[in-house]
């Protein structure tokens, strides 16, 4: 009598906690075929299962004026590493600074907690992440807090110390996949190379980057923007990432036949780089290239 009842009693607080929700695996195997004709697996969170996140600029609150840059240069890292799981779709600062700047915000710091959430929201965002950056002797602070965002509720805060702002992102970065409820097992199995593997290992080349994208961005100064991330690639010749907004610095002047060059440059180099970014630069690649056979494989992947 006791069993058949306990399983009845497990059966409908199954139901309850999970109805509606798909039970089977979290991930499936999909095989497609790349622009060269060759088949390709890929194991891929169902839609259910994956998570969306907004992440907006750190505060510095370390009163060092000279690491105000790292309230850029943190989370561009952090989004960069997180690009690389499939589970988590993350929404860049520089993505919701138009509506923070109308809101008298014109730097895009220390935006109030419910200004994020308002953000978050209009963007669809399930969580919104907040982080500050300090200073303990030589080691950098750096916390974040990650809130639900239809309630405001926080979810999770994590901290990390350390001297390597590069190794500190790699810590946070895994933190937050498992603030996110990202299963272990996919976390374990999924890519996850260092960022500075993914970006650059030095800190001058990272350093001009950011005040180039900050140029452009923020200043509206695009000329003064190429100039700074000239100097990036020219600190660090294999820095992927930056060759890719230069490439599209090129494209919006008006300078084909140079974003074309960098395109060149750049598909030597996309191992450098997530694959979701690879394939943002292999479509334009080969929209300049007008092959429309390469780019609808592309499209597909």
């Known amino acids: ?3 058949p009842a306990n399983i009845v009693i497990t059966i409908l607080v199954l139901f309850m906690l999970f109805g509606g929700k798909n039970l089977g695996a979290t991930a499936k195997k999909i095989t497609l075929q790349n622009e060269d004709g060759k088949e390709i697996e890929r194991i891929v969170p169902k839609n259910e299962f994956r998570q969306s996140i907004a992440l907006f600029f750190f505060d510095n609150k370390s009163g060092d004026k000279k690491i105000d840059w790292l309230q850029y240069a943190v989370p561009f890292l952090l989004d960069l590493d997180i690009n690389q799981d499939l589970f988590i779709n993350t929404h860049i600062p520089y993505m919701s600074l138009q509506r923070v700047r109308s809101s008298g915000f014109k730097d895009g710091l220390n935006v109030p907690l419910p200004l994020k959430k308002k953000n978050a929201a209009h963007f669809h965002q399930k ?3 907040a982080g500050t950056i300090g200073k303990d002797k030589q080691n950098y602070v750096i916390k974040i807090d990650i809130y639900e965002t239809a309630t405001g509720q926080k979810k999770a805060d994590r901290k990390v110390t350390g001297p390597d702002i590069f190794k500190l992102t790699d810590q946070l970065s895994y933190q937050v996949k498992l603030a996110l409820d990202i299963p272990e097992r996919y976390i374990k199995k999924g890519t996850d190379l260092p960022v500075s ?3 650059t290992q030095s800190i001058p080349a990272l350093k001009d980057f950011i005040a ?14 190429l100039e700074y991330i000239d100097r990036a690639i020219e600190k660090d010749p294999a820095f992927a990432r930056a060759m890719v ?5 090129l494209n919006n002047s008006g300078q084909g036949e140079k974003a074309l060059a960098m395109l060149q440059k750049l598909m030597r180099l996309l191992y450098k780089l997530p694959e979701r970014i690879q394939f943002v630069v292999k479509i334009q690649y080969y ?11 592309i499209a597909k992947m």
């Open 1 to 3: 009598v006791v069993i």
């Open 127 to 129: 969580y919104f992440l």
């Open 197 to 199: 593997e993914i970006s």
């Open 212 to 225: 180039g994208i900050n140029a452009s961005v923020l200043g509206r100064d695009f000329k003064k923007g």
């Open 245 to 249: 907004e230069r490439m599209s610095l």
């Open 287 to 297: 929209t300049f290239k007008k092959d429309l056979s390469k780019q609808i494989p």
